[in-house]
């Protein structure tokens, strides 16, 4: 087959043990009986128009094309499925089945191929890794006793195989203990661990090519994440069998497999067919009754055969390496927690973040934008541009600075959620991320603060000219959430009632006053006085609006109100 394009995925199809391979860079290819499609798979159990493969911003999906006899990927019917390397496709009874291989990542990358094959007769030695975890926790003496090896439960017996004596690079089991606890607490990533634990696999077994790959609990996605090997020909494939690969993660065993070169099962189209592997060891990556993946090594080399120790030592690092998959989760889940609380304390308080954090599930700690009722409260600084003129840029700066923190502190305190800064004005919400029945409540509370605040210190320009602010509420179903471009996105809310309440700060509130909507007058009356003020139609809006001037709390809760003051001060 002539050099294969980056662009272009590859079909190998096995008919009674024979691989052929095609190789498409289209956008579409069809799949099916009749002589125009771009693959013609002579079948009965095929229909004239069975599949197609196309391409999209991901990558390449696989849709049936209402086939009589269906369409399968690894053993599962699908309408559509979206491939990676090493799918098996079956189309019909399953006469007719194709493995697809993904366009090449790197001209320099070994391909990792998954071939077909029933090795059962070919298994020599198999460790259960549960059994052997727990034979760790003995004694050495005690395990001799019980008839186990020194480093762990005995292998099945091996039919003929001889120990062979251990290379000077090699380093005892006890001893890869700490070397994979070096490389645990060493690694950056994920990714670099995983490496660091496939070349000791490499340095201490006679293997020529190995690697490392997670897999779902269902062992039906598995991917490779590392890959290592010794004088591979460039273009050449590093192969391993399917069935191996999931024997071992469902039965959770560490497997020994002698492969014949000669075995048609596991012919591969291409280089693979060259690749003449002798002996194979699969391992799980198994700790705490999971399996998250699994490593696998083999050799070519036929006076390289594998003996029970090396299968120990791979599963003792498939072990191991679970672990270390853990750890890596923790530590991401650590950093995701502060990322998100790093994020949210520009808007909430400690108290709303620790909420937020429990309930936010994306991967970068935004949160998906969603519908809820709220009240909306815009303060703004009265006849702040005249003031600005008056004063060098340095006092504007310090003036806002001190006050948007009395502000702020004011909607922390009644857990509401500071959306933004607007110029000489804050917009703060009451009701999200977090849902908060009493929503009305809050924001009032927290526009009374926050006048109380600038009337008890006497807040003045640097003229002597006292500070005032007009404040605007209203309430009602808004969309919330992280909005914006892919560049750049802030949590926000859009809807009616922010601009209901944007114009009530502007259009109503005289400098000193608070004033709310309707609704917002409806969800707080009987806890805050109010007064009633004549009908208004606001700028887009076509119906009158009753707007209320807020007076103060209640005599029912003027305790409760000026205790929580206090204790701001």
């Known amino acids: ?21 095609w190789e498409f860079d289209q956008a579409r290819v069809v799949l099916g009986r009749n002589a125009d499609c771009d693959l013609v798979l002579a079948a009965s159990d095929v229909s004239r128009v069975h599949a197609v493969i196309e391409r999209d911003a991901e990558g390449w999906v696989l849709k049936d094309l209402n086939s009589r006899f269906g369409t399968f990927v690894n053993h599962k019917r699908v309408a559509a499925h979206r491939l990676v390397s090493g799918d098996r496709i079956t189309l019909g009874g399953g006469a007719t089945e194709l493995e697809f291989e993904a366009p090449c990542e790197s001209a320099e990358s070994p391909r990792v191929w998954f071939r077909a094959g029933s090795p059962r007769d070919q298994i020599r030695m198999t460790l259960a890794v549960e059994d052997w975890e727990r034979s760790m926790g003995r004694s050495p003496r005690a395990r001799r006793a019980a008839g186990l090896s020194p480093a762990g439960e005995a292998p099945s017996p091996a039919q003929g195989a001889e120990g062979r004596p251990r290379p000077p690079g090699e380093i005892p089991l006890f001893c890869l203990f700490q070397h994979v606890g070096e490389v645990l607490l060493t690694s950056a990533n994920l990714d670099e661990m995983l490496g660091k634990v496939l070349d000791l696999a490499m340095e201490n077994l006679p293997a020529q090519r190995g690697f490392i790959c997670l897999c779902d609990e269902a062992a039906d996605n598995i991917q490779p994440k590392a890959v290592r090997v010794k004088g591979l020909a460039r273009g ?3 192969a391993i069998s399917r069935t191996i690969a999931r024997e071992a993660i469902r039965a959770r065993q560490a497997l020994l497999v002698d492969d014949a070169p000669a075995d048609r099962r596991f012919a591969l189209a291409g280089s693979v067919m060259r690749m003449e592997i002798r002996a194979a060891m699969c391992a799980p990556l198994h700790h705490a009754g ?28 498939g072990s191991l390496t679970a672990v270390g998959i853990l750890q890596s989760r923790l530590r991401e889940e650590v950093e995701r927690e502060k990322a998100v609380f790093a994020r949210l304390s520009r808007y909430s308080s400690p108290r709303v973040i620790e909420q937020i954090v429990a309930s936010v599930n994306t991967p970068d700690g935004t949160m998906l934008a969603a519908q809820c009722e709220v009240s909306v409260l815009f303060a703004d600084l009265s006849d702040f541009t005249s003031l600005a003129e008056s004063c060098t840029p340095a006092e504007v700066v310090s003036l806002l600075n001190g006050v948007f923190e009395r502000l702020a502190a004011a909607i922390f305190q009644f857990d509401g959620t500071l959306d933004k800064f607007l110029g000489d004005g804050v917009l703060g919400v009451f009701g999200a991320p977090v849902p908060q029945a009493d929503h009305a409540d809050r924001a009032i509370s927290a526009a009374l603060l926050m006048r109380r605040w600038l009337e008890e210190r006497g807040l003045c320009g640097p003229r ?11 309430s009602g179903p808004v969309v919330a959430g992280d909005i914006g471009s892919p560049l750049r996105k802030d949590y926000t809310v859009v809807g009616d009632a922010v601009n209901i309440a944007s114009r009530l700060q502007s259009s109503v509130a005289r400098p000193g006053q608070i004033v709310v909507g309707q609704t917002t007058y409806e969800l707080a009356r009987g806890r805050f006085e109010f007064e009633p003020l004549p009908e208004i139609r606001l700028k887009g809006k076509e119906q009158l609006v009753r707007p209320y001037l807020v007076v103060g709390p209640s005599q029912d809760s003027t305790g409760e109100f000026f205790q929580t003051i206090g204790a701001v001060r």
Request: hydrophobic share 40%.
């Open 290 to 317: 999971r399996v998250e993946g699994l490593i696998y090594v083999d050799t070519r080399d036929e006076d390289g055969a594998f003996v029970p120790e090396d299968l120990e030592l791979l599963a003792a690092l």
């Open 464 to 474: 002597g000219e006292p500070i005032q602010m007009r404040i605007g509420i209203h």
């Open 236 to 238: 050449e494939s590093l």
């Open 1 to 21: 087959m002539p050099p294969r394009s980056p662009e272009a995925f590859r079909l190998t199809h096995f008919l009674r043990g024979e691989p052929e391979t």
